[in-house]
């Protein structure tokens, strides 16, 4: 459910018009609800309520604008970050220290070092070698740095190749045959404190099975480590859950995934912790566009818009589905491609779909473009980074600012030797 609704044949954010906003920012720009975010992030948390202990940190790769990060710090949600670029971002949007948890495959010295001097909450470790070196660095620090061990289950998520993480030939994690013996070695180094493991299949996830088959393994795992005597308090399940993007399209929801790991966790007798990002932000924003012209094809017509695969990566990334609305539909249809201005094929939004009619000069939306769109913006073939802007009920404000082509070719230099 979201907020993006037809108000007298118009397409409104809340009680905003989608066409005042993109008159006065212009085209492309997302558009998130606040409503919209707030909603998701209660439905999720109320729904994760019948376990007894949790934790929730919000995956900000998913959507990292600050005022994004600022509403779900008032939710009461933590976050989980991948950089220090996002372990600050947190932390300016007042979201607590001791509720941060660093994931990563590739944490730098330098950045187990600031999050450790910033006393965050949880380090997520993915490998001994990391472990080692975050040790040194804590113990220097006179700290114990607060850990859990991410495990590779060995399970496929079922979701697309590129956002599959938890099967034995991905990156992350330790795997699942080595994880009791790495813990345990851990658990001896003086500067980190284990108290967990941490888990997260992929993205996407629109079945829940394969998170069932990862947690009972994590389950295992804990038990044996328990039986060593190693303490294990705290359990990360990662994020993942899916959520629909075209029309009609049902997915296991909070309710359903909060029963399946009640039902598997029940005599765990730990903290269970999530890292939930799209399933928070996706349906929480859409991304505005301007039909440029509409251009003859060969089989079908080629609907050219305004917004590229550098505002919206996910279709050139994941052949991913984002549903196309026009603002103000006309109620007739056509059958169309849609494609961005940008010199590349894969700059593809949607081929031979049917869609609202629509002419040059019209906006549209693609819709469900809260998570992975504007973060994985660029600004490839010398195109602005997208603005992005927020909405609450009848107000709406810039929360980034689109940033022109000329300030990025302002911080470039022609070497004296050049000219
Ligand atoms: C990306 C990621 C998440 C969030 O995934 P969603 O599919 O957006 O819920 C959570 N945890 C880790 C470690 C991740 O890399």
Known sequence: MDHFELKDGSLFAEDVPVAEIATA????????SLATLERHARVFREALSVLPRIKLAYAVKSNPNLAVLRALARQGYGADVV??????RALAAGIPAGEIVFSGVGKTRRELSVAVASRIGQFNLESEEEGVELSQIAAEMGRRAPCALRVNPDVDAGTHAKISTGKAENKFGVAYDRAEDIYARLAT????????LAVHIGSQISDLEPSRRAFTKMGD???RLRARGLSVTNMDLGGGLGVPYKQGEVLPGPDAYAAMVHDVTQDWDATIM???GRVITGNSGVLVTEVVRVKEGVTHPWVVVDAAMNDLARPALYDAWHDFAAVRPNGRTITANIVGPICESADTFAMARTIDEVKAGDLAV???AGAYGATMANTYNSRAL????????????????R???ETIHHAERVPGWLK
Request: proline share 10%; charged share 20%; hydrophobic share 40%.
């Open 366 to 368: 693609f819709r469900t």
């Open 189 to 196: 180094l003086p500067g980190l404190d284990m108290r967990g």
């Open 386 to 401: 997208v603005p992005e802007a927020m909405v609450n009920g009848d107000k709406w404000a810039i929360v980034a600012n």
């Open 403 to 405: 940033i022109e082509p």
């Open 274 to 276: 999530f890292e939930p």
């Open 83 to 88: 950089s220090e670029g996002e372990l600050h």
């Open 25 to 32: 920012v212009g085209t492309p720009v997302y558009i998130y």
């Open 221 to 223: 795992l804990m038990r």
